[in-house]
């Protein structure tokens, strides 16, 4: 180990370098962001233009739409972030640019006068989070580089910080947009990843040259993080497990692929300009298919045709290994495609139809128990924010105080919202509060999942996959129950809250099962060379279930209209829940194709 390691390690917070908790508070205020933000959009687009707190007033189909486009969007662009900081920015900068370009993002959103701020304000977002989201992670890899054993409890800490980030967006910037105003909801996201840009900026010295200079390498970022921060191995240790010969692109396949990446990206645009606005680039139809169908049906056949053709030159041992992560990636389109109604339908389900409304020893018990859940973290983080103080304040004053700032005014916001629904002699829960419990339970049930994973009932991936999915579905099963008393077409009705959240408490379960094995398995089971590659048609996975999500929670309406609440909601049940079993079938099958890898 070199001095420099060695000085970089003396400065400790709770065992591990101080450096490690300047990104967990940077990330944090991120996941503040993101989530703030994305917790308001669909109920600010689809509330009334009339009203104590008018929205646009859109149709849930629109909203949705957009809603989907821009979480797809937000899962394809860390794909060339990272690109850009191996060749020409490096980690930090990159971070920098990212976290940038989405305070300004926030600060457009914000302004509520004219739509093109909205529009401006989504795609700032969506380009920070590219040059954000696969940056940070690499930071991380590279400060424990030589402390393989220490990697575990580095990520857990991060891991945490993504979620308290998500927890204390929704909370707050929920809070404030339902209840004040939307700008206020808006701008707030925007205010928090302003102090965790700055914070990262004047303390970034405490990395020593980590992520200060571009790497030349041939893939992508050597290490990707998943939609909630987990985080999977570096090269270095999958580089030595197929040593098959190199299989390059052909023009042909370059050019295929440039077609499906074409095609695919104007599509996810032009769905929600085409149902907002009167221009539809795809306005033809060919028989009885309409052209928006017919372009993706012939995106997703040139996409499965170049797979098929380039798994099918590997070595076969590599080959049976590339078979086995489509099949996990093909439960993952579907596992995000009904997972993401947390942010559209769900939220839609917690404002119009779930009963709010506290009063008596309902307001007593449900203040009691927010004030616990927000309080309690809020300590937690304080503590380990003094401790961080106590070993980086001489050295990096600047970022300290910033930091400093950053959590004075969420006590202050902490302390003004609590008080407001005490004082109210009856309470009505923000809609964005439901959000919060997918936080809450990640973080109280992560431990124990994590001590099975390391037990002897550890299951195999596709077991791992099949509970999740099969969790997933008896969370939508909850609500389907919950909404089986709404008649037919009811725009609004009063549901018990119980069914939300036992929704979300099922939902986490399936998350813990599924999230943090996928990106693990594709670093395990491909060469070192080929992950940027795999990590990319990952992304995409996801990329297509968020889309997935939005397209079919935008159809809520229509299905609620010809049937009702309970059959829309039976629909996230049924399929979930039969590709949950049938990959638990295919399991014999999927573990000889990942020869020996577990």
Known sequence: MSATENDFFKSRVLGHPSGLFVLFFTEMWERFSYYGMRALLVLFLTS?????????????????????????????????????????LG?????????????????????????????????????????????????????????????????TIFYMGVNSGAFLGMLLCGYLGEKVGWSWGFGLAGIFMLVGMLQFYFTQGIFGKIGLRPKTNDGLNDVAESTEGEVVESKTNVENIDNSPKNPFSTFDLIV???????????????????ITSFNLFNFSVGSLDGSNLVVLIALALFLFILV????????????????????????VFFWASFEQAGGSM?????????????????????????MITIIPMLIISFVLAKLFGQTFKKYSAGNIVLAF???????????????QYAEEKSEIP???????????????????????????????TVKNGIGMILLGIGFAALAIGASSIPQGAKVAQVSLIWLVLAYLFHTLGELFISPVGLSYVSKLVPGRMIGIMFGIWY??????????????????????????????????LIPMALGVLIILLTPVIRKLMHGIR
Do not use: C
Request: proline share 4%.
């Open 257 to 275: 692929i440039t077609i499906v990446s074409a095609i695919g990206l104007v599509w996810v645009i032009n769905d929600p300009v085409s149902k």
């Open 540 to 573: 995409l996975a996801i990329a297509i279930g968020n889309k997935l999500a939005g397209s079919i929670g935008g159809e809520i309406d229509k299905i609620t209209a010809k049937y009702d609440m309970q059959t829309f909601f039976l629909i996230f049940t």
């Open 309 to 332: 053709k380039r798994i099918t030159q590997y070595a076969p041992v590599l080959r049976d290994r590339m078979i086995a992560i489509v099949v996990l990636a093909f439960i993952t």
């Open 431 to 461: 809609a964005t509060w439901f959000g919060i419990l997918n936080s809450l339970f990640i973080i109280s049930l992560a431990p124990l999942v994590s001590k099975i994973w390391e037990s002897k009932l550890n299951p195999p991936a």
């Open 406 to 420: 950053g959590f004075l005014l969420i006590w202050g916001l902490v302390i003004y919202m609590l008080s407001q």
């Open 48 to 88: 009334s233009l009339i009203g104590d707190n008018p929205g646009w007033g859109w149709p849930r189909e629109h909203a949705l739409a957009l809603y989907g486009s821009y979480t797809a969007m937000a899962y394809l662009t860390p794909i060339l972030g990272g690109y850009f900081a191996d060749r020409i």
């Open 91 to 155: 980690y930090r900068w990159a971070v920098v640019v990212g976290a940038t370009l989405m305070t300004l993002g926030h600060a457009s959103m914000a302004v509520e006068v004219n739509p093109f701020f909205l529009y401006l304000g989504l795609i700032l977002l969506v380009l920070g989070n590219g040059f954000f989201k696969p940056n940070m992670t690499s930071i991380l890899s590279e400060m424990y580089k030589s402390h393989p054993e220490k990697k575990d409890g580095a990520y």
């Open 347 to 371: 939220t839609i389900f917690a404002k119009d139809y779930t009963d709010r409304i506290l009063e008596g020893t309902g307001k007593v018990i449900f203040n009691i128990v927010n004030t």
